[in-house]
DNA sequence: CGGAGGCCAGGACATTTGTCACCGCGGACC
DNA sequence: GGTCCGCGGTGACAAATGTCCTGGCCTCCG
């Protein structure tokens, strides 16, 4: 029996998973849990063979999560399980040491399948995002760049983004600028969402 | 035996509806489609008792193919079932004549319930929701705002704004303006998200 | 009919944003 | 040791943005 953690934050998805999942004579849903905090917690708690993570989670990212129980439950696979098939999130995934990634297109079929695979320790990833993955190449923002863009994304102004960052003005005009180079973009609202549907941030 | 029409663009999602909805006994998913264009097309096709719309489609909104359906169709209730609980979106879904409105929070078992009472005609709208659409007042946004909004909203300059809407740049700037102290904000991208979380484009 | 309000446009202006050149500091790496 | 690179900062500058005022055109409504 596959004992299995399941930690996706929307209520109809997540109870329609566990329903069908636990439909399945071999996998066992051992948890529920809707943000990431109770996803660790839960996973040290009751130890399952694989853990079935959402990325976009209310209080964090599932790839942090990931990057966690590979340190704290090494023996547990890990199955990203997202929305998004940005590629920026696929190479974190794996740098998390993510065992499989799937998006939530494609049927569920998929998903007990791509299960039942990452318990043997195979590697299961779209093929086509995989490429993707590797066109698209590495990440080219800083550490700073990254928190600078971040900030920027719901319309804050640069003495906002200089005073959460504890920044001076100029520097952060600075990254910007250098972010909006990094993303051949002409300004910061494209540079953020180029940076967002690439995974970056 | 309820005939259902089940339109939603995640793969995933909407195998597992369909998968859940079929094993009620008095529910039969007649159609699934994942885009609004096809959705309609069926629904004419097939005229199922209940249309299940996502409004975050790749096409289009579910709440204009809500619109279509009670002018082609009015015989088929419409339930709609979104990620977003925006209170501009329940004030838009129920202008355009639906039945019902759901959030993909909560559990699946939500869902077949919803199904049978909209089938009645009863509404089905989550009260904490309906109070928040109400105190929310009315989208206080011209046309000409939400376009001029929308089109802000991925890092367009201004006169990539006049140039795609056929205006001035003088007049998207006061377009621009006009949202900006409408919503409160301080600049265009927070307009443009407040505009967003509150259903309001 | 008059007024209100949406739409479109222009000008003027202050502020913000984006760019560039340049500075020092410290860690990493050869 | 030197060199590179990221981090943090400054000053100056051009361009974009946001605001306010003016005007005209149209439609809807009392």
């Known amino acids: 029996m596959i004992r299995l953690l399941l930690a996706e934050d929307q209520g109809m998805m997540r109870s329609a998973l566990a329903l069908l999942l636990n439909l399945e004579p071999d996998i066992e849903v051992v948890a529920e849990t809707g943000t990431t905090a109770e996803a660790l917690d839960a996973a040290l708690r009751v130890r399952p063979d694989v853990a079935l993570l959402d990325i976009e989670m209310p209080d964090g990212s599932g790839l942090d999560t990931a990057a966690a129980l590979r340190d704290e439950l090494p023996d547990c696979r890990v199955l990203i399980l997202t929305t998004f098939g940005r590629p920026g999130y696929l190479r974190r995934a794996m740098e998390a040491g993510a065992t499989g990634f799937l998006v939530k297109d494609g049927p569920v079929e998929e998903l007990a399948a791509a299960v ?10 779209d093929p086509a995002l995989a490429a993707a993955a590797l066109s698209a190449g590495p ?40 972010a909006i180079g990094k993303t051949g973009t002409r300004n910061r609202i494209e540079a953020a969402h180029r940076a967002r549907s690439n995974g970056w941030i």
Request: net charge neutral.
């Open 139 to 178: 990440n080219p923002l800083s550490d700073r760049e990254r928190d600078v863009l971040h900030a920027a994304v719901d319309g804050a102004t640069v003495a906002d983004i200089a005073g959460r960052l504890h920044l001076s003005e100029s520097t952060v005009r600075n990254y910007l600028s250098a």
């Open 116 to 125: 039942r695979r990452v318990l043997t320790g195979e590697r299961v990833i």
